[in-house]
Nanobody, 126 residues
Framework: QVELVESGGGSVQAGGSLRLSCAASGYTYRSYTMGWFRQAPGKEREGVAVIASGGSNTVYADFVKGRFTISQGNAKNTLYLHMNSLKPEDTAMYYC???????????????????WGQGTQVTVSS
């Protein structure tokens, strides 16, 4: 069992930056494909960024390309999301997720992910 705990959310003005962290604990001796998702009020959860195990491949949703960067810490049990040039529409609950396998044909499919965190809130004001 893997437990994921997100942190780093908060309130920021448009144009600002935040760095989200995800700490994994439990059965973490192997590498997982990791992802960030978000859910805004009244909207469905959507994929933001995914990094394949080992960091060999990253995929971003179009709406964050050039602004967000997903990365892993030196230890396998840490994941980050660096968010720059934040917009009010980035306001959402952000979730960290882990998958046993990488699915290149549909990287943001939620069913691919086996473990989920509780989320951290990001609020961007105009």
């Amino acid at each position: 069992q893997v437990e994921l705990v997100e942190s780093g959310g908060g309130s920021v003005q448009a144009g600002g930056s935040l760095r989200l962290s995800c700490a994994a604990s439990g059965y973490t001796y192997r590498s997982y494909t990791m992802g960030w998702f978000r859910q805004a009020p009244g909207k469905e959860r959507e994929g933001v960024a995914v990094i394949a195990s080992g960091g060999s491949n990253t995929v971003y949703a179009d709406f964050v390309k050039g602004r967000f960067t997903i990365s892993q810490g030196n230890a396998k049990n840490t994941l980050y999301l660096h968010m720059n040039s934040l917009k009010p529409e980035d306001t959402a609950m952000y979730y960290c997720a882990a998958a046993n396998y990488y699915h290149p044909s549909n990287v943001f499919r939620e069913a691919n992910f086996d473990y989920w965190g509780q989320g951290t809130q990001v609020t961007v004001s105009s």
